[in-house]
């Protein structure tokens, strides 16, 4: 048997994985291969824009759909996928806390990050907790084409932009103040209740107990100079922080028209 294969299964270059057929005493091998991609946002639109662009780039590919945050961790954990695709903003766990616990506990396929929030917004903190990309929703379906394409062959995909706003990160000057000084479940719950989310919604939300959620929240007022629950609700408003991102309908991503609901899982596999 060939040395350091499972199951049949090997993974080659840039996180693609490829299927090897061998026969005992046969010289003669084939291989195959089927890139399998997660796609995790809760709009419909979204994701079938999504599925389309990488149909396309991809013909014959196995595109896999979450509708939510713990979905998308459960999925990421339990199934093998070449690449995932996370919204920041989807309900329950956001795309920054599905990504952090998914480098938490090993994961190490590539993860490209999609969000309506600007990169000086959201961009490096999305790169501290994992991410391999970061693209903005309003981007023409090429340049998701072209961040796939990168993270598929083992590299990046950052904008000059987003590389100038990680190099200020070194120095402490990128993120905004609110951010900078937070750690990954702080920043999810100033985000939350920013939100207009209540300490018992963040419980239920992150499966934190509630004193856990007002442990938090006290850190949160220490760490940020403040006094009181409003003020850090404030604080996240002005700074645009809150869960909730702006409507789909000007993301260069979504279908030219609307359609059912894709399934969750679709495949042109015979």
């Given at each position: 048997?060939?040395e350091?294969?499972?199951?049949?299964?090997v993974w080659r270059?840039g996180?693609t994985?490829?299927?090897?057929?061998?026969?005992?005493?046969?010289s003669?091998?084939?291989?195959s291969?089927?890139?399998r991609?997660l796609v995790?946002?809760d709009?419909?639109?979204?994701?079938?824009?999504?599925?389309?662009v990488?149909?396309?780039?991809?013909?014959?590919c196995v595109?896999q759909?979450?509708?939510?945050?713990?979905?998308?961790?459960?999925?990421l954990?339990?199934?093998?996928f070449?690449?995932?695709?996370?919204?920041?903003?989807?309900?329950?766990l956001?795309?920054?806390?599905?990504?952090a616990?998914?480098?938490?506990?090993?994961?190490?396929?590539?993860?490209?990050?999609?969000?309506?929030h600007?990169?000086?917004?959201?961009?490096v903190?999305?790169?501290?907790?994992g991410?391999?990309?970061?693209?903005?929703?309003?981007?023409a379906p090429s340049?998701?084409?072209d961040?796939?394409?990168?993270l598929?062959?083992?590299?990046?995909?950052?904008?000059p932009?987003?590389?100038?706003?990680?190099?200020?990160?070194?120095?402490?000057?990128?993120?905004?103040?609110?951010?900078?000084k937070?750690?990954?479940?702080?920043?999810?719950?100033?985000?939350m209740?920013s939100?207009?989310?209540?300490?018992?919604e963040i419980?239920a939300?992150m499966?934190?107990?509630i004193?856990?959620?007002?442990t938090?929240?006290?850190?949160?007022?220490?760490k940020?100079?403040l006094?009181?629950?409003?003020?850090?609700?404030?604080?996240?408003?002005?700074?645009?922080l809150?869960?909730?991102?702006?409507?789909?309908?000007?993301?260069?991503?979504a279908?030219?028209?609307?359609?059912?609901?894709?399934?969750r899982?679709?495949?042109?596999?015979?």
């Amino acid at each position: 048997m060939l040395e350091g294969y499972h199951r049949g299964e090997v993974w080659r270059g840039g996180g693609t994985r490829r299927n090897l057929l061998s026969t005992i005493g046969d010289s003669r091998t084939y291989i195959s291969s089927v890139h399998r991609f997660l796609v995790a946002d809760d709009h419909s639109l979204l994701r079938e824009g999504i599925e389309n662009v990488l149909r396309t780039g991809w013909p014959g590919c196995v595109v896999q759909h979450a509708l939510d945050g713990p979905e998308a961790l459960a999925l990421l954990l339990e199934d093998r996928f070449d690449l995932a695709i996370l919204d920041i903003g989807m309900p329950l766990l956001d795309g920054l806390e599905v990504l952090a616990r998914a480098r938490k506990a090993g994961l190490r396929i590539p993860i490209l990050i999609v969000s309506m929030h600007p990169e000086e917004r959201m961009g490096v903190r999305a790169l501290r907790c994992g991410a391999s990309g970061y693209l903005t929703k309003d981007a023409a379906p090429s340049s998701l084409t072209d961040a796939v394409s990168a993270l598929l062959a083992g590299r990046k995909s950052i904008s000059p932009r987003l590389a100038d706003l990680l190099a200020e990160a070194v120095q402490g000057a990128a993120e905004p103040p609110a951010a900078a000084k937070l750690s990954g479940r702080e920043f999810h719950v100033l985000r939350m209740l920013s939100s207009g989310k209540s300490l018992r919604e963040i419980s239920a939300s992150m499966s934190l107990s509630i004193k856990t959620v007002h442990t938090y929240r006290t850190r949160l007022l220490n760490k940020l100079g403040l006094k009181r629950t409003g003020e850090l609700v404030r604080l996240g408003v002005e700074q645009g922080l809150a869960e909730g991102e702006p409507g789909t309908g000007a993301s260069s991503l979504a279908p030219p028209s609307p359609g059912k609901s894709s399934p969750r899982n679709r495949s042109d596999d015979p």
